[in-house]
């Protein structure tokens, strides 16, 4: 079993949905990122989250440390939004970041 | 916002050449960078660490003298892929981590490769 594993693996959705990314993990993290990779490959830095909540335009990512869960969570979602969403988090003392396998969101007009 | 610059993004070379690739962070230090490898449709793949002025720990697997990482300032970490193979073809990307202990990333472009 993989420390940090997300669901669903691959999403389909019309656009105006409200798209909901879970990620679960199981060690003890000083830090959860959520990444998204375009096609193009570049990546980007969504949020960087150790407790509570954070939103930043139409996306919303929110934490439950207690429960090591965290979701990330898109309104009126829009075909640009079609991407990978990566969910990655830092152990407790750790260097190196642990990534979940990724979410293929696919938004259709 | 920070920014960290790869370079090149795409890169074509002949089988048994090296190629350099770039990653500069540009307006803040980082103290660690790392490279990572992902082919199609997979996860990234950590390849190794780099400290700023120390050698680079590299993943199991990972050849060394083949992927030569050199973190020579704290701005600047470089990948050379020595006598390139076109099973060396993917996809490299590299990330920083700001100073000290913080938790920030922040993600280059990425660097296309492909061995003839």
């Known amino acids: 079993k993989n420390e940090v594993e997300q669901s669903p693996q691959n999403l389909t959705a019309q656009e105006g949905e409200f798209i909901t990314i879970n990620c679960s993990y199981s060690v003890g993290i000083s830090a959860l990122h959520w990444l998204q990779q375009h096609p193009g490959g570049g990546i980007v830095s969504l949020f960087m989250l150790s407790s509570g909540k954070k939103k930043h335009g139409r996306l919303i990512a929110t934490i439950n440390i207690q429960e090591k869960h965290s979701s990330l969570h898109i309104t009126a979602s829009h075909p640009r939004d079609s991407a990978v969403y990566i969910c990655a988090v830092f152990a407790f003392g750790a260097q190196k970041l642990v990534f979940g396998q990724g979410t293929r969101l696919t938004i259709n007009p | 916002g920070a920014v960290v610059s790869q370079h090149p993004s795409r890169v074509i070379c002949k089988s048994g050449t090296s190629v350099k690739i770039e990653c500069r962070s540009l307006?803040?230090?980082?103290?660690?960078m790392f490279w990572y490898r992902q082919f199609p449709k997979q996860s990234l793949m950590l390849m190794a660490t780099?400290?700023?002025?120390?050698?680079?720990?590299?993943e199991q697997g990972v050849e060394k003298d083949k992927f030569l990482i050199n973190h020579a300032s704290l701005t600047l970490s470089t990948l050379t892929v020595t006598s390139a193979h076109p099973e060396d073809s993917s996809f490299y990307i590299c990330?920083?981590?700001?100073?000290?202990?913080?938790?920030?990333?922040?993600f280059g472009e990425g660097s296309w490769l492909t061995v003839v």
């Open positions: 307006d803040f230090q980082a103290t660690t």
């Open positions: 990330s920083a981590r700001a100073g000290g202990a913080g938790n920030t990333i922040y």
């Open positions: 780099s400290n700023e002025g120390s050698k680079a720990t590299y």
